[in-house]
């Protein structure tokens, strides 16, 4: 299995700002995935962070909102950019390998005021 | 694309009974199902997953079912106890895509 380490694990930010939250897994890693969580909710999926091109975005996210790197197979950054507190979440990477089940980091709960 | 459907939203069940989680999907392409458990603050967790070549598998007090012909799948939890209060989630993945897709959740409330 997977050791995934994800940071911040929350924060509050001022709207208008960005904040930008880490995820570091033990192992080299096939597919790294950003989700989003509102409260109650279940996890949408905000895009595949894909090594060495851009990452691949669901419907309803862009890459100027949400900017993804990821630079090897082991780290993935997720940028939330000028924030609003429609933003407030929590933020999940997860990671999978080949036909395996999904590992998810610990989350980072934003509030943004 | 795929679509996750999973009953109920919220369960309630005195502890010692049984509860029961179902979810269909739409992709027949569908062949791995995996079942995760979140609680309160925490990430999700997989607690059990099944393939389609299989149509039961048991861990312990947790079973999962999988009818392939009606594209859905089940969560049994037997002797529940109040620890196994948590949200749960079906997922499904198709053998060519990466993405996994997931079912709105179940609120599992445990009475003692």
């Known amino acids: 299995s997977a050791v995934i380490s994800q940071k911040p694990s929350r924060d509050i930010c001022q709207r208008g700002t960005s904040l930008t939250i880490q995820c570091q897994v033990d192992?080299?890693?096939?597919?790294m995935f950003w989700y989003r969580q509102q409260p109650g909710q279940s996890l949408t999926l905000i895009a595949t962070a894909n090594q060495g091109s851009e990452a691949t975005y669901e419907s309803g996210f862009v890459i100027d909102k949400f900017p993804i790197s990821r630079p090897n197979l082991t780290f993935s950054t997720l940028t939330v950019s000028n924030m609003s507190p429609e933003d407030s979440s929590i933020y999940l990477c997860?990671?999978?390998?080949?036909?395996?089940?999904?590992?998810f980091g610990q989350g980072t709960r934003l509030t943004v005021v | 694309g795929e679509n996750v459907e999973q009953h109920p939203s919220t369960l309630s069940v005195q502890e010692g009974d049984s509860a029961v989680i179902k979810c269909t999907y739409s992709d027949s392409a569908s062949n791995y199902f995996p079942w995760y458990k979140q609680e309160l603050g925490k990430r999700p967790q997989l607690i059990i997953d099944i393939r389609s070549n299989v149509g039961e598998k048991k861990d312990q007090r947790i079973a999962v079912t999988l009818n392939k012909t009606a594209k859905h799948f089940s969560l049994h939890i037997t002797e529940t106890q109040p620890e196994d209060s948590a949200v749960y989630f079906c997922a499904s993945k198709t053998n060519t895509g990466n993405q996994f897709y997931f079912g709105t959740g179940t609120s599992l409330t445990v009475i003692p």
């Open positions: 192992s080299q890693v096939t597919m």
């Open positions: 997860s990671v999978g390998q080949g036909d395996t089940e999904a590992f």
